[in-house]
């Protein structure tokens, strides 16, 4: 909330974590759909494949630029929630023309360059699906300019005390997506499109949808921006207003940290395409990264989008104290919430890529292989949000320096583990180098941090989050062996039996969690509970 506005009642950081559960959990439930259909549409055949490699460089954008909690969000959040509402609307249209301007000319370049540029990123790409790529990047060239005009909304939205629209907008991509590839079998009348014939079409009506959803994502925000007073449309060229200024300080250095995780990708990429079937291999990574970041993405905004403005006000030495406090908070939320789900992830990865996917073009072999990046995925999952948590306490300090160069070694490494793993594990291996990573960078910047905040009680923070380690692990073997259970005695003949036996076997991991995370009372997990338990019986 704006310093004009600090006399208003503000929303509770439980306000604000319900609002965007909701939110978020509307639009991750409509991109788990899209993925469905996709996954029923083309399997891991080459017009998903070829978009995965095409959508890397758009993609990027969309989610570095923006993304809430990408550099552009945190950068603009940052800096308007310490000024008067007044001054906001000329801060936000100079920082608009100044974006603007550059993503332009680095749209123009993407589609004049999309050959080379995949050439670049996927040297052993099969012809075919090189073809389908390139035609794909060109299309989704536009989305740079847009991810900027998205970025810098959300953040005037979010600076505002509006948290419901930027949370819920992911949704509008899915629906142009699903609503693209329900044209699609219109126009095909029913015939399988997976087929080789009808793969560069395919692959074209993903690209056209996926840029109408960003285009989409903009529109829709503009309203709310307008009537609130946050900007608009016009021309600012007043890139030296010392607030436009220390905006591009925080987001300069923010925005090529989050590229390096980018060009960890690219990367990821350029190894994967040497394994044998490199489409299949990164459409496992597509579908499997999903079904991560359907609760990743949920958790992460209820915890990181009400923390953020928090940690922005308290960044003087006297507030100290209470930053710990608060970085404390999310930290034991990020495990009692990542923890467990990682635990039954990889415990009961088959069923669940099986009970999601397994239709359609997508077969049992597809199922297999995309369980083996799930259970990845899941391993890494604390310690992706984790790290995210620690970032936005630099930038809330105006500090964007320390993760850039944390981000920057992190290539060598994401290099050399991605040698070292994807010859033994494949596609699983380069999600385990990415994995890897993100532990070092975690364990890196607690160490700036405690340095930079004068200590951090190490001892008192770990102690909670080994046993909650413990707790899950414990809850993975408990719904692993009910599940197996469950299998023997009833089979899996059909997905009504493999949707009660999944649903069983996580609702006892579930419960056996519980009872390891309730003898800890830890005071963030009570505080949060109790506090969505008042708000529900006050409904």
Do not use: C
């Not at 954008?61 to 509402?85: C, D, E, M, T, W």
């Not at 044209?183 to 009348?189: I, K, N, Q, R, V």
């Not at 990574?285 to 989008?305: D, E, F, H, R």
Request: glycine share 8%.
């Amino acid at each position: 909330m704006f310093v004009s506005d600090s006399k208003k009642p503000t929303r509770s950081l439980v306000n604000i974590a319900a609002i965007v559960a909701i939110a978020t959990l509307i639009s991750k439930f409509f991109g788990l759909f899209r993925q469905q259909a996709i996954a029923a549409a083309f399997g891991t055949g080459a017009a998903y494949g070829a978009y995965n490699f095409a959508y890397v460089i758009p993609g990027f954008l969309l989610i570095l630029l923006g993304g809430i909690n990408g550099p552009f969000h945190s950068a603009i959040v940052s800096v308007l929630a310490k000024r008067n509402k007044a001054e906001v609307a000329p801060i936000v249209e100079s920082i608009t023309t100044l974006v603007v301007g550059i993503l332009l000319l680095v749209a123009i370049a993407i589609a004049v360059f999309a050959d080379p540029l995949l050439h670049l990123t996927a040297p052993g790409l099969e012809a075919d699906a090189r073809s389908i790529a390139v035609s794909q990047l060109r299309i989704m060239a536009p989305m740079a300019v847009f991810a900027g005009l998205i970025g810098i909304g959300f953040g005037a939205l979010n600076a505002d005390d509006q948290y419901w629209l930027p949370s819920i907008s992911p949704l509008l991509s899915s629906v142009t997506t699903l609503i693209g590839l329900g044209g699609l079998a219109l126009y095909l009348g029913g015939d399988q499109i997976t087929a080789a014939e009808n793969a560069a079409l395919g692959g074209a009506v993903l690209a056209w949808s996926t840029l109408a959803g960003a285009v989409l994502q903009w529109v829709a925000q503009l309203p709310s921006q307008w009537r609130s007073g946050l900007g608009g449309l016009r021309l600012r060229f007043n890139f030296r207003q010392p607030e436009v200024q220390q905006v591009i300080k925080i987001m300069g250095p923010a925005v090529f940290s989050s590229g390096m995780m980018q060009i960890n990708v690219a990367t990821d990429l350029f190894f994967i395409t040497f394994i044998p079937d490199a489409t299949a291999a990164v459409s496992a990574l597509g579908y499997a990264g999903l079904l991560v970041q359907t609760p990743l993405g949920i958790v992460s905004n209820v915890i990181l989008v009400p923390l953020m403005p928090i940690f922005a006000r308290l960044t003087a030495p006297e507030n100290w104290p209470e930053l710990k406090t608060r970085i404390r908070q999310g930290l034991m939320l990020t495990a009692f919430t990542m923890m467990p789900i990682s635990a039954l992830m990889i415990a009961l990865a088959v069923p669940i890529a099986r009970v999601v996917y397994e239709r359609g073009a997508f077969d049992t072999n597809a199922s297999y292989l995309t369980a083996s990046v799930l259970m990845a995925y899941a391993i890494g999952m604390f310690f992706y949000l984790g790290r995210d948590v620690l970032v936005r306490v630099f930038y809330a300090l105006e500090d964007a320096d320390t993760p850039f160069r944390i981000s920057v070694v992190n290539i060598f490494l994401n290099a050399l583990f991605d040698f070292l793993l994807v010859w033994r594990f494949g596609a699983a291996g380069i999600v385990l180098a990415t994995v890897s990573v993100n532990v070092i960078s975690m364990v890196a910047l607690l160490i700036v941090l405690h340095r930079k905040l004068g200590g951090l009680p190490w001892r008192e923070w770990s102690f909670p989050i080994a046993f909650l380690a413990l707790g899950s692990v414990a809850a993975g073997f408990a719904s692993w062996f009910t599940w197996q259970g469950l299998t023997q005695f009833l089979g899996s003949a059909n997905l009504l039996i493999q949707v009660a036996e999944l649903g069983t076997a996580s609702a006892i991991g579930a419960g056996v969690f519980l009872l390891f995370a309730t003898r800890l009372q830890l005071p963030e997990v009570q505080q949060f509970i109790a506090s969505f338990r008042r708000r529900l019986f006050r409904r």
